[in-house]
């Protein structure tokens, strides 16, 4: 009778059988995987990586040592100067995934492999190489390609940041682990140091802070492309565009103007009422909104849509101001 068992192993005693089975020249066994080894061939000189299992045949006569037979399955193949994991273990994140830091032609570069699924195809993405690679953690590296260095995250497979940097100093660690956010890709975009998300309308619309001019402009960006300008970035304050609004206010120099919404304007949207006024106040007047602003203390009414003096400038108060009975027209075409 014939019985057989499967083992996981890395004795030393295998050795030559792997080699001879692989044609290999050198094995080296994962630290923390004792199944999983790379080996170099002796044809080509080149590294892949394997998982071994073992199978013990038992003959009839239990008296007789059981025939061994290694079992091999390809987990990277064997095209590569170099593979590196034993040198990092901590690159090993987890029982069943291998990251490796694999090199070519004087190139380097990452892959990944599940060591458990045969099925697993290390190349379901484009391997990209670098001149060099210093693992900064359990998750990104540092890149240099063509003089510059950028940042890879070796664990999504991707670019996190593309070389641009002359140094490795200058590369923003401490922002990584927020660097993939959508706001941190937006203030890439924008050149923002500070970014305000509208917490009314919940419509992809925010301001953001120039870098390098310290002046705020708005925004929307509903589907992650480059940000749609409904107001330019030239202002030191702006006020969010109230639910179904038709225009909000933009500071200068700590004075205050009208801008028209880009939902109800379009292309048409625009600054209406100069930054001349100290303070505003909305009102209702049958159903049609009204402004009222304040200059040189004194309040008075304001055409939102033009720009137009409604009053003169001479209440104490909002609260004194005359009935705004003029026509305030809402497009700019009436």
């Known amino acids: 009778m014939v019985m057989s068992s499967f083992t996981a192993f890395s004795q030393e005693g ?24 790379k080996i170099q061939l002796k044809e080509n000189k080149k590294w892949g990586l394997y998982r071994f299992e073992i199978e013990d045949f038992y003959p009839d006569d239990s008296s007789e040592e059981p025939e061994q037979i290694v079992y091999k399955t390809e987990l990277i193949p064997p ?26 032609d004087g190139k380097h570069s990452f892959l990944a492999c599940d060591i458990y699924d045969n099925s ?31 940042v890879y995250d070796w664990v999504s497979v991707k670019v996190l940041i593309e070389p641009e940097f ?27 140091d500070e970014i305000i998300n509208d917490p009314n309308n919940g419509d992809g619309t925010f301001i953001a802070k120039n870098k390098d001019t310290q002046k705020w402009g708005m925004y929307q960006n509903l589907y992650g ?34 801008y028209l919404s880009a939902w109800s304007y379009n292309e048409e949207a625009k600054q209406t009422v100069d930054c001349l006024y100290d303070d505003y106040q909305r009102f209702n007047a049958d159903g049609v909104t009204k402004l009222a602003m304040k200059k040189n203390g004194k309040w008075g009414w304001v ?12 209440y104490e108060t909002s609260k004194e101001l005359p009935y705004p009975y003029y026509q305030q027209k809402s497009w700019l075409d009436e």
């Open 14 to 37: 295998y050795n030559k059988i792997i080699l001879k089975e692989v044609g290999g020249k050198k094995i080296e066994w994962d630290r923390n995987n004792d199944w999983i080894a």
């Open 79 to 104: 095209i590569y100067d170099a593979i590196s994991t034993w040198e990092t273990p901590d690159l090993t994140l987890s029982s069943s995934h291998l990251y490796l830091k694999v090199t070519k």
């Open 120 to 150: 697993f195809e290390p190349y379901t993405y484009d391997v990209i190489y670098f001149d060099e690679i210093e693992i900064i953690d359990k998750q990104y590296a540092a890149i240099r390609s063509a003089k510059l260095w950028g």
């Open 166 to 192: 002359k140094t490795k100093e200058e590369i923003p660690f401490e922002e990584l682990d927020d660097w993939d956010s959508p706001n941190q890709k937006i203030k890439r975009l924008l050149n923002a």
């Open 225 to 258: 492309d480059e940000p749609f300008v409904m107001i330019p970035c030239e202002y030191d304050e702006i006020n969010f565009i109230p639910f179904n609004g038709a225009f909000t206010t933009v500071i200068k120099e700590d004075k205050i103007g009208v």
């Open 303 to 314: 055409d939102w849509l033009t720009g137009e003096e409604k009053s003169q400038f001479i």
